[in-house]
């Protein structure tokens, strides 16, 4: 599993302002057209709302759109991603339920301001709001608020330096169960993806244990190649899919130019042997 097959660039994981991304859902689909892409999904963190913008204007620029949302769930202790792919913007099921995550996301944005404060920093949810263009605040909000105050140089430093574990802007919180999150996305007629498998500390027991939950109930694929873990994972991963039935997607994770590892389009192979989730869809 060595060789890589080339994809078409297709890019099925990325944000917009809509969550924690610098570009608005119309510039996101102008820069995947700058970049060649010829199949994006949009996945904001617990937020559909910029999907119909965004789609309007893939249209427009002949680009193939797939609904997409990231969904925080917590699983034994751990907070996990799930990404939903091509599923129905509009069942009222999965509207509900990510407006229940986001209503916890102010309620944990609340708590890191306290935590701010605890630490000397004041005003910081007010100055987290102020970047917020949707209805979903993030830890991205804070951090851009802490370096305009200057409390870190950019991004990348803010967030080793206040918001990760044991720092003084990070707040435990409990997600969407992974059982609730995958009902949401089979019940829209969608296929959920564990997203940047790499970034999760599992350890080789708990790991098989997440595949065979995620396949209970109702997991279809996994992220092989993802732009947030290390490119020397993907054979891993490819591996891991095979052995548990799951399909391969992949994605940059872009968030914006400069707090991104990788562009829009930035991922151009699956190891061998993978079979795509787009191998199920139509429209591809």
């Not at 969550?19 to 060649?36: I, T």
């Not at 609904?67 to 599923?87: A, D, P, Q, Y």
Request: proline share 3%; hydrophobic share 40%.
């Amino acid at each position: 599993m060595m060789a890589n097959m080339n994809i078409p660039n297709i890019d099925l994981h990325c944000h917009s302002t809509i969550s924690d991304g610098l570009l608005s859902p119309r510039s996101l689909v102008s820069f995947a057209a700058e970049k060649n892409v010829s199949v994006l999904a949009l996945t904001d963190h617990d937020d559909i709302a910029g999907l119909e913008q965004a789609k309007k204007y893939a249209d427009e620029l002949n680009i193939v759109f797939i609904n997409g949302v990231e969904i925080s769930v917590t699983w034994n202790k751990r907070t996990l991603h799930i990404l939903g792919l091509n599923f129905d913007a509009l069942n009222q099921e999965l509207i509900s339920g990510l407006k229940g995550i986001r209503d916890g996301r102010l309620e944990r944005a609340e708590r890191m301001a306290h935590s701010l404060g605890m630490a000397g920093i004041q005003g910081s949810l007010e100055g987290a709001k102020a970047y917020v263009h949707s209805s979903t605040i993030g830890r991205i909000h804070f951090a851009q608020f802490l370096v305009a105050k200057g409390h870190a140089k950019n991004i990348k430093a803010v967030f080793k330096k206040f918001l990760t574990k044991g720092k003084p802007g990070y707040v435990e919180h409990e997600w969407a169960s992974l059982k609730d999150a995958l009902g949401w996305i089979k019940n829209a007629g969608g296929d959920a993806v564990i997203a940047h498998p790499g970034r999760y500390d599992l350890g080789k027991k708990l790991l098989p244990k997440l595949m065979e939950d995620f396949k209970l109930h109702g997991g279809v694929g996994i992220e092989v190649s993802s732009g947030s873990q290390d490119p020397s994972q993907s054979n891993f991963f490819a591996k891991l899919a095979s052995q548990f039935g799951l399909l391969a997607s992949c994605g940059s994770d872009f968030h914006g130019v400069g707090i991104s590892h990788r562009s829009l389009g930035g991922i151009k192979t699956l190891p061998d042997g993978c079979i795509p989730i787009w191998s199920k869809w139509p429209q591809i």
